[in-house]
């Protein structure tokens, strides 16, 4: 069974940063492009950040400002959330950057992440 845990989040003033950990058992990350995902209250999921080998990506919304990071040998994807503003205020979640059945059947609880003054 796929088990992922999120956690750094919290309330942070604008500008500020806050780095995100996220490790996973069932499920060895080294295999697979990995991604962490940031939802607001009814809106769908959408994927800021991912990794793969040397490569990673970002939205357009928060390049320049995070950076995704990972640590196959502890299982382990990291983003680091620099000079945030309000509109990065959602829940954040890491996993399986394209469709897995069982670990996106497995989504982690997420980590709260709030940017206000």
């Known amino acids: 069974q796929v088990q992922l845990v999120e956690s750094g989040g919290g309330l942070v003033q604008p500008g500020g940063s806050l780095r995100l950990s996220c490790v996973g058992s069932?499920?060895?990350?080294?295999?697979?492009?990995m991604g962490w995902f940031r939802q607001v209250q009814g809106k769908q999921r959408e994927l800021v950040a991912d990794?793969?080998?040397?490569?990673?990506n970002y939205a357009d919304s928060v390049k320049g400002r995070f950076t995704i990071s990972r640590d196959d040998a502890k299982n382990e994807v990291y983003l680091q959330m620099n000079s945030l503003k309000p509109e990065d205020t959602a829940v954040y979640y890491c996993?399986?950057?394209?469709?897995?059945?069982?670990?996106?059947?497995?989504w982690g609880q997420g980590t709260q992440v709030t940017v206000s003054a």
């Open positions: 990794s793969f080998l040397d490569r990673t």
């Open positions: 069932g499920i060895i990350f080294s295999i697979y492009p």
């Open positions: 996993n399986t950057k394209y469709y897995v059945p069982r670990s996106w059947d497995s």
